[in-house]
């Protein structure tokens, strides 16, 4: 069982950043690959970023050279640093830790991007 807190979300103007950390505890976090996923109103959930427990890291399209996940697997967390925002970010931001058939999830932050 793997409990996973996500924090960070906010309201930012178009070009900002923000960091989004997330949380894991009850299981040995190191052997999960975590993600992020996000969801915006009146759309499905997409995944956003992913990093394997061994480092891999992959992005969606639509954030690549924008957003950099990483983990510190010391301090069971996952990040998601967010440069050049633009308002189609806007979404509340879910965190993931997934290990073969098991997935967990948290319970998301809010993300909003606007002048």
């Known amino acids: 069982q793997v409990q996973v807190v996500e924090s960070g979300g906010g309201l930012v103007q178009p070009g900002g950043s923000l960091r989004l950390s997330c949380a894991a505890s009850g299981s040995i976090f190191s052997i999960y690959a975590m993600a992020w996923y996000r969801q915006a109103p009146g759309k499905q959930r997409e995944l956003v970023a992913a990093?394997?427990?061994?480092?891999?890291?992959n992005y969606a399209d639509s954030v690549k050279g924008r957003f950099t996940i990483s983990r510190d697997n010391a301090k069971n967390t996952v990040y998601l640093q967010m440069n050049s925002l633009k308002p189609e970010d806007t979404a509340v931001y879910y965190c993931n830790a997934g290990r073969f058939s098991v997935s967990y999830w948290g319970q998301g932050t809010q993300v909003t991007v606007s002048s």
């Open positions: 990093i394997t427990s061994g480092g891999t890291t």
